[in-house]
């Protein structure tokens, strides 16, 4: 009878948690619209959260705890020591200052070409789509053809053609921008077609709604989860992409980012000359980065397409009956006996 | 209170196929009249053009030829700005007419603000209440704040109701209002569209494509086929001695209880055969030409 134990214990305790979820999915209604936006919180959702939160913090707060970064230094290359945590560089400055200021400068990037991006691309797919016929033909061939774009290259040229002094933050943020909003504006504009025709939206109109607030509060709430992922994707995109143009030494001057940091390594021959501490925590910060926002990104995918989340709910079902029917058949191989006995005494 | 016109209504729809272009005519001279206090119902099957005509009676669509008056009793006519707030809309998908991120109280309040017809705050609130329980919507306080997912199709339709009438609807639009509902809930929204006339005085337009709760609901019929009225007259009229043999189709797919064992359409019926060219207009007793201006229609002879 003993031995039945441990394999009750778990069904109870799975049982309790299946109740709690159902209880929580048809339990009291959530009032506001915004809720509904909001992902489930995951395991994957939380370790992409904790990494944007992190990097974010460390970016924003940790320029004012380290020291100088272009202190130069009569030490040398040196590793990571009680000084210096990530060691310095060449010139002696210190890694770790120049990774806080950098990762700053890289977010600002992210973000600003992110907001820009989105902007754009739900300008051009949005108001296209829902004002139809030439305003959309129009829009989407324009779209088109920033679609078909090279970016890289073109955003190589246009750097290279703008003056290095003149070439700020702001120059290379639009830059970027205005070589990546092509295909989200695309997608969005997929979205707002399916939308446009749905019977809320004529209704809205009937009753008089003007059609700058027709596109505003009736059809793009029912956009945002996209809008949102595709925020997730340009800052991505851009913080990549910066990176890119300011290794080979295209970025904004004036500004430190993840990306110059690492020109300066390669500059300063830090992979012949092992100087592990000076390119892999830039590089590592880009990966991690880039690792939360997906991490997000996918969370976000799920109140796109709720199959998606269905599958996930299927699958932890589907493992957790395995488990119990595992812990089951070890249950009766190791108190063979015993578990028949109490079977037939059941009978 | 309010009546429309509609006179000689045609929309053509261009068809592209490849680089054929073809048109198809979904309204072929359609005249109606709605008066406050009558039900006017529009029957049909799919593609006959009902929604068409609703669209362009609530301004979605443009007509292609053919007028839609809106007049007052006073003689003045309903100009554009104040189009949108006399001449309203109940869909027929009461899961697809509410927008699903916004409360029940957003949907009723921005007709009530968009026409100014209370202040913002408190006014609106009070209103909107007001209006869920006219509706038979009550605990009114409790529905308000919730949102679409949480009501039944009947109560969304109460509430898609309720929005139409807000801004003081005169004309009332109804396309297949109960057609997405349960049989057993249909009665009661039906019930509820007659009182909300008869306290309103609205003009209504029902579309339907069953006879048995056109007959219930309006006062007279208009039975259309492929973009042409092929019959029209009192609901009863229509009904009980249909003349167009499309009606009549229609009349012998309705269940009879004096007759169990009802004859189906045991034949299949070729609907290409069946003739639109002429109309039975039970208030004149005779055929007239259809697909013509009314003005120009002549009477027809016809064997049935």
Not at chain 1, 309 to 316: I, P
Not at chain 1, 325 to 333: C, H, I, P, S, T
Not at chain 2, 188 to 205: I, P, S
Request: charge should be positive; hydrophobic fraction near 45%; aromatic fraction near 6%.
């Amino acid at each position: 009878m003993t031995n039945l134990k441990p394999t009750s214990e778990p069904s109870v305790a799975d049982s309790a948690e299946l109740l709690a979820e159902t209880s929580a999915e048809s339990g009291r209604p959530v009032r506001s619209g915004w809720r509904m936006l909001l992902p489930t919180m995951t395991p994957w959702l939380a370790i992409g959260l904790g990494l944007i939160v992190a990097i974010t913090l460390f970016g924003v707060i940790g320029p004012y705890l380290v020291g100088d970064p272009r202190a130069i230094r009569d030490m040398g290359l040196t590793g990571p020591s009680a000084d210096f945590w990530l060691g310095t560089t060449q010139t002696g400055q210190d890694v770790l200052a120049q990774l806080a200021h950098a990762t700053r400068g890289s977010l600002q990037i992210g973000v600003i070409v992110g907001l820009l991006a989105t902007a754009l691309s739900a300008f051009f797919g949005i108001y296209g789509a829902y004002r139809g016929r030439a305003v959309d033909e129009v829009f989407s061939l324009f779209t088109n053809v920033f679609l078909v774009i090279p970016g890289l290259p073109l955003v190589i040229v246009i750097s290279g053609f703008v003056p290095a002094e003149s070439r700020g933050l702001w120059t290379i943020a639009v830059v970027l921008a205005v070589t990546s909003w092509a295909g989200s504006a695309r997608v969005l504009r997929a979205q707002t077609l399916s939308v446009r025709n749905r019977d809320y939206v004529a209704a809205s109109q009937v009753s008089g709604e003007r059609p700058w607030r027709v596109i505003i509060v009736e059809i793009l709430p029912n956009l945002l989860p996209v809008i949102a992922s595709q925020f997730v994707f340009a800052v991505i995109a851009a913080i990549l992409g910066e990176a890119g143009l300011s290794f080979i030494g295209l970025g904004a001057s004036n500004s430190s980012t993840l990306g110059t940091m690492l020109f300066y390594a390669q500059n300063g021959f830090a992979l012949s000359l092992g100087a592990w501490w000076w390119f892999i925590p830039p590089g590592l910060i880009i990966a991690l980065f880039g690792t939360g926002l997906s991490l997000v990104n996918f969370s976000i995918d799920e109140i796109i397409n709720p199959k998606l989340k269905n599958l996930r709910l299927h699958r932890k079902r589907a493992r957790r009956a395995a488990r119990l029917e595992r812990e089951l058949a070890q249950a009766a191989r190791r108190g063979g006996p015993a578990a028949t006995a109490s079977k037939e005494s059941a009978r | 209170m309010t009546s429309v016109h509609v006179t000689d209504l045609v929309k053509d729809y261009t068809i592209r196929n490849g680089l054929k272009r073809t048109r198809l005519r979904a309204v072929d001279h359609v005249s109606l009249e709605l008066t406050p206090g009558r039900t006017v119902a529009l029957v049909g099957e799919s593609g006959s053009g009902k929604s068409t005509i609703a669209k362009i009676l609530t301004r979605m669509e443009k007509p292609t030829a053919g007028t839609v008056a809106v007049e007052r009793d006073d003689g003045t006519t309903v100009d554009r700005s104040a189009y949108r707030r006399e001449v309203q809309m109940v869909f027929q998908d009461p899961f697809a007419s509410l927008n699903p991120f916004h409360s029940i109280e957003h949907h009723i309040a921005r007709p009530l603000r968009i026409h100014n017809r209370t202040a913002k705050g408190e006014e609106t609130r009070e209103r909107v209440l007001e209006m869920l329980e006219r509706v038979n919507l009550t605990p009114a306080a409790n529905i308000a704040p919730r949102r679409p997912h949480e009501l039944s199709g009947g109560q969304r339709q109460r509430v898609a109701i309720a929005r139409a009438l807000a801004p003081g609807a005169k004309v009332l639009i109804a396309d297949e209002p109960v057609s997405m509902l349960d049989v057993s809930i249909r009665l009661g929204v039906l019930n509820l569209m007659g009182r909300l006339q008869r306290e309103d005085d609205l003009a209504v337009l029902y579309i339907t494509h069953d006879l048995a709760t056109a007959r219930h609901f309006s006062d007279e019929i208009t039975v259309l086929y492929r973009g042409r009225v092929v019959e029209r007259g009192p609901a009863d009229a229509v009904i009980l001695d249909p003349h167009h043999e499309y009606t009549k189709l229609l009349a012998a797919a309705a269940p009879d209880p004096e007759r169990p064992g009802r004859v189906t359409a045991a034949d299949p019926v070729d609907r290409d055969a069946i003739d639109n060219s002429a109309c039975y207009d039970h208030f004149a007793g005779e055929w007239r030409e259809a697909g013509v201006p009314a003005a120009e229609a002549k009477a027809v002879t016809r064997a049935d």
